[in-house]
């Protein structure tokens, strides 16, 4: 998993504060854990963890995202599940299964966790919705992937700042400005005045 947006981020506010949010997940992804998962390896935002049942590690992410949601100044997150089998050579994981977790999360976008077959399967288990997107052509995957959206993305904020992708509540934002048909709130008076300067660069952001 991974801070969604955290290139534009880093662009808008700067490389020091964009490392302090890095770790910040770092620590926030620790503290979610519990026994239930563990972190093997962190590469700037991202974030790879490995559990021994799909149920585990389905409740630890389950408990990030709320402990995410419990922070209005902090981006959306995005996640990619798989279970199998994996080898383990001097602390680090390595097969096929690692390799369709990191493309699966390649494909989420901010707030959504996405999953194979496997791990919806124990996901509607749980409770938990488990939609359907089809399959799909993974990056040097050969057959294609059932990939499924799960319902655990109902993050509060309801406003991102189209500049540096930070999620944020309207009434709590540091400036609104609207350009065409949408209305846009801002994390700061910088990322709302590089939006007035520049609106056509920011409104397609994803």
């Known amino acids: 998993m991974d801070?969604?947006?955290?290139?534009?981020?880093?662009?808008?506010?700067?490389?020091?504060?964009?490392?302090?949010?890095?770790?910040?997940?770092?620590?926030?992804?620790?503290?979610?854990?519990?026994?239930?998962?563990?972190?093997?390896?962190?590469?700037?935002?991202?974030?790879?963890?490995v559990s021994e049942t799909a149920s585990k590690m389905i409740h630890a992410v389950v408990r990030l995202w709320e402990a995410a949601d419990a922070a209005p100044d902090f981006p959306a997150l995005r996640a990619g599940l798989h279970h199998g089998e994996a080898v383990l050579r001097d602390s680090r994981w390595f097969g096929t299964s690692?390799?369709?977790?990191?493309?699966?999360?390649?494909?989420?976008?901010?707030g959504h966790v996405l999953a194979t077959s496997v791990v919806a399967t124990t996901a509607r288990?749980?409770?938990?919705?488990a939609d359907p997107l089809g399959p799909?052509?993974?990056?040097?995957?050969?057959?294609?992937?059932?990939?499924?959206?799960?319902?655990?993305?109902a993050q509060s904020a309801t406003a991102i700042d189209p500049v540096c992708r930070m999620r944020g509540r309207p009434e709590l934002s540091a400036g609104h400005l609207r350009f065409g048909e949408r209305d846009h709130w801002f994390c700061s008076l910088r990322c709302a005045a590089e939006f007035a300067t520049h609106p056509e660069a920011h409104v397609d952001a994803r």
């Open 3 to 49: 801070l969604a947006g955290f290139s534009a981020l880093t662009e808008a506010h700067g490389d020091e504060a964009g490392a302090d949010l890095a770790q910040r997940f770092a620590a926030m992804t620790q503290a979610a854990l519990c026994d239930e998962a563990e972190v093997v390896d962190t590469i700037g935002d991202a974030v790879f963890l």
């Open 98 to 110: 690692v390799n369709i977790a990191a493309r699966v999360a390649a494909l989420a976008s901010g």
């Open 125 to 129: 288990a749980e409770g938990i919705v």
């Open 136 to 153: 799909m052509v993974l990056k040097n995957i050969r057959e294609r992937i059932e990939i499924y959206s799960l319902g655990i993305n």
